[in-house]
């Protein structure tokens, strides 16, 4: 099972209704995560996320490159090494 995992030092800008929150951006394989509330809203490329009624202004992975959008248009960290996506093999 992949779990989420902070990434250090990054961070996300998101907004609802017109109201701006810095929140921790997390990873689970190689998917890219907000904490939002209790939980997790996962990021699409363009802004959007998996809440329909909340979206992202600004990303920052911590000084590694930025994550791309799938062909799905999620947004993936598809340059970590193997090793560090958790249930890989070494």
Same mark, same amino acid.
């Given at each position: 099972?992949?779990?989420?995992?902070?990434?250090?030092?990054?961070?996300?800008?998101?907004?609802?209704?017109?109201?701006?929150?810095?929140?921790?951006?997390?990873?689970?394989?190689?998917?890219?995560? /907000?904490?939002? *509330?209790?939980? @997790?809203? #996962? %990021?699409?490329?363009?802004?959007?996320?998996?809440?329909?009624?909340?979206?992202?202004?600004?990303?920052?992975?911590?000084?590694?490159? /930025?994550?791309? *959008?799938?062909? @799905?248009? #999620? %947004?993936?960290?598809?340059?970590?090494?193997?090793?560090?996506?958790?249930?890989?093999?070494?």
């Amino acid at each position: 099972m992949d779990r989420f995992h902070v990434i250090d030092d990054a961070a996300v800008i998101l907004r609802t209704r017109g109201v701006y929150r810095q929140a921790k951006v997390y990873r689970r394989g190689i998917d890219v995560y /907000a904490g939002f *509330g209790n939980g @997790f809203v #996962r %990021l699409h490329a363009g802004g959007g996320t998996s809440a329909p009624n909340l979206s992202w202004d600004a990303i920052d992975i911590g000084g590694m490159p /930025a994550p791309v *959008g799938d062909s @799905f248009g #999620r %947004l993936t960290l598809p340059f970590l090494p193997v090793r560090q996506i958790e249930g890989s093999p070494e």
